[in-house]
């Protein structure tokens, strides 16, 4: 995919950053929990969190851990996340940095830990993405990857990516745990393991939130009042007088370890 694309990402949350910082579904939630459980964060750890955006998993795992550097592709939202975090008081080892998730920054084997939630279906080149964040792991470090887990049932798979690219034209692809699986492998990464976590979204927050106006959002709730009744079921679609209040979808946390040796 072309650098214009990733402009078009740049431009895309230089707009919306507000609202990505200022989200309560992003700042809180059991994949934080379940990523702290499985990373087992520890004061001497050196982290970094990819694509940060508003900072929320920065800020999580600061207070447990030496170091977070907070990467993003768009430095509106870094100045944004940097804000947020200053607001909160008391966290001073988190340092920010423009960096693009498939042409890391940094030199090989400088965290312990990474993480990257909620970002990877931005990513033009996820295997490319992968390959960096076992490069700038050291030997031993630990990753946890959370994004929108994509189903199974390729008419309801394919329903969802249009669904989330009249949302948001930067979303490129959602993948599913079988996907996931077999990329990280084939970056290196061994000890894999999954669960999944449901997500309610109010829809008309969600919709906005892209940056979407009036018409956007009524055309993509006609889209989900008019899907068929399979995915009204799976994503559990509520609605309310021919308008959409919520609908649920499905997070997938990935934990893997870059091997002690080579």
């Not at 964060?41 to 955006?53: E, K, R």
């Not at 084997?109 to 295997?127: K, N, Q």
Request: hydrophobic share 40%; aromatic share 10%; net charge negative.
């Amino acid at each position: 995919m072309d650098k214009g694309f990733k402009d078009r990402v740049r431009e895309q949350f230089t707009r919306t950053a507000e609202r990505y910082v200022h989200d309560e579904g992003f700042a809180r939630g059991d994949d934080l929990v379940e990523a702290a459980r499985l990373l087992k964060p520890t004061p001497d750890d050196l982290m970094l969190d990819v694509a940060t955006g508003g900072g929320h998993t920065a800020l999580f795992f600061a207070p447990l851990v030496r170091s977070v550097v907070a990467s993003d592709l768009t430095m509106q939202i870094l100045k944004k996340a940097q804000e947020f975090i200053s607001e909160e008081g008391g966290i001073e080892n988190v340092t920010f940095r423009e960096a693009d998730a498939e042409d890391l920054p940094f030199p090989a084997g400088s965290f312990t830990l990474l993480t990257c939630r909620i970002a990877p279906h931005h990513f033009p080149d996820v295997p490319l993405a992968l390959k960096e964040f076992f490069r700038v792991l050291r030997r031993g470090g630990r990753m946890v990857i959370i994004d929108t887990l994509l189903p199974e049932d390729p008419e309801i798979a394919e329903l969802y990516q249009t669904m989330e690219q009249m949302r948001d034209p930067t979303h490129v692809q959602a993948f599913t745990e079988k996907g996931w699986v077999k990329m990280i492998e084939e970056a290196g990464f061994i000890n894999i393991q999954t669960s999944t976590f449901p997500k309610t979204h109010d829809f008309v927050t969600w919709a906005k939130r892209s940056g979407l106006d009036r018409q956007g959002v009524q055309k993509l709730n006609r889209f989900f009042i008019e899907a068929p009744p399979k995915f009204h079921d799976y994503f559990q679609v509520e609605t309310f007088a021919g308008e959409v209040e919520s609908y649920t979808d499905r997070k997938l946390l990935i934990y893997a370890t870059r091997p002690e040796k080579k």
